[in-house]
Nanobody, 114 residues
């Protein structure tokens, strides 16, 4: 099975930017779509951004225009560029295959201070 490792989180002031990276290794031949998820304590993990195998992008409404998901298939990497960050963006961010969840990675903590 594939392994997922997220990185790039941190503490940032509101209005700032962060770029998250997701490294995919292992059995990756069948992976087509990838997505970023956010989890906040006490709430369900929610999908924030998705990129399909054909390159179609989709975003949660409250991040549209601020977040950009991209991938480098040759390097088995998926990225999430986050701009104009808000305190409500705070959470642990995970990448995964939205069509069939793989084993979750450790996530990347993003904290946006007001």
């Amino acid at each position: 099975q594939a392994q997922l490792v997220e990185s790039g989180g941190g503490l940032v002031q509101a209005g700032g930017s962060l770029r998250l990276s997701c490294a995919i290794s292992g059995s990756i031949a069948s992976i087509r779509s990838m997505a970023w998820y956010r989890q906040v304590p006490g709430k369900q993990r929610e999908l924030v951004a998705l990129i399909s195998g054909g390159g179609v992008l989709d975003y949660k409404d409250d991040v549209k225009g601020r977040f950009t998901i991209s991938r480098n298939s040759a390097r088995n990497m998926v990225y999430l560029q986050m701009n104009s960050l808000k305190p409500d963006d705070t959470g642990v961010y995970y990448c995964n295959d939205p069509t069939r969840w793989l084993t979750w990675g450790q996530g990347a903590q993003v904290t946006v201070a007001s």
